[in-house]
């Protein structure tokens, strides 16, 4: 109340800042070219430039524009995503073929990388590349050496048996089944014998082909005055 009787009115809430939010989003609107209606019925707006040269906007993807890259739009005017052109059906396949390839490529680096680092891990330098190589090598030495004992033995045997045998060389049907026997085994456990040493052959040259590949990354990983 004032001095001369006269009551002072409460002040109005301020309601102002809300409106000129709105208004401001509106206007920001307005300006990239979107139009009232479009603003009012979508969370966001589709905007792009056709093939004419149009700006076109839309609440929804929009047709004319297909080909080409459309911007999607919050309700404040900022950039929410980039729609990319739509694909035709062979479009599509060439594209995924595409993606397929180039996953595949980097699952491939990343197996490699992967590879390369457990190399790495395992053979910190040649000598001990060199160590393990020298060691896989004398497991299949002592197994060939192995098997050539045993071939020396079967080669005895079997010129006793052949000695036996030598009495019934003018009537070789008289010769006993066993001793028969006996031959047909020892020559079928020599050659066995003998296909073992042809694969220990081929696995002595598979390990030194596998130690030759590893050392040939290893001595691109290890650089310069690791690799002796």
């Known amino acids: 109340m004032l001095s001369d009787g006269r009551m002072v009115p409460h002040p109005?809430?301020?309601?102002?800042?809300?409106?000129?939010?709105?208004?401001?989003?509106?206007?920001?609107?307005?300006?990239?070219?979107?139009?009232?209606?479009?603003?009012?019925?979508s969370s966001e707006v589709y905007t792009c430039v056709d093939a004419r040269g149009?700006?076109?906007?839309?609440?929804?993807?929009i047709p004319e524009c297909t080909d080409r890259e459309q911007r999607v739009l919050n309700p404040s005017g900022t950039l929410k995503t980039i729609v990319?052109?739509?694909l035709t059906q062979q479009e599509r396949v060439r594209q995924e073929a595409k993606d397929k390839q180039e996953a595949e490529v980097r699952n491939r680096q990343k197996e490699e990388h992967r590879r390369?680092?457990?190399?790495?891990?395992?053979?910190?330098?040649?000598?001990?590349?060199?160590?393990?190589?020298?060691?896989a090598l004398g497991k299949v030495a002592d197994v060939v050496a192995a098997a050539k004992v045993r071939l020396r033995d079967l080669e005895s045997q079997r010129v006793k048996i052949q000695s036996e045998l030598e009495f019934y060389k003018k009537e070789?049907?008289?010769?006993?089944e066993y001793l028969r026997h006996q031959l047909d085994d020892n020559l079928q456990n020599a050659s066995a014998q003998q296909q073992f040493l042809q694969e220990q052959d081929e696995e002595v040259r598979r390990?030194?082909?596998?130690?030759?590949?590893e050392l040939s990354r290893?001595?691109?990983?290890?650089?310069?005055?690791?690799?002796?």
Not at 14 to 39: D, H, S, Y
Not at 54 to 61: G, Q, V
């Open 12 to 41: 109005l809430p301020k309601r102002g800042g809300t409106r000129m939010l709105r208004l401001g989003l509106a206007l920001t609107l307005f300006t990239l070219g979107i139009p009232p209606n479009v603003q009012a019925q």
């Open 54 to 61: 149009r700006k076109l906007t839309a609440d929804r993807p």
């Open 84 to 86: 990319g052109p739509t």
């Open 116 to 135: 390369d680092q457990a190399l790495l891990v395992r053979y910190p330098d040649q000598a001990t590349h060199d160590k393990e190589r020298k060691e």
């Open 172 to 176: 070789p049907n008289r010769a006993p």
């Open 207 to 213: 390990i030194n082909a596998r130690f030759d590949d």
């Open 218 to 228: 290893l001595q691109k990983l290890w650089g310069p005055g690791n690799s002796r």
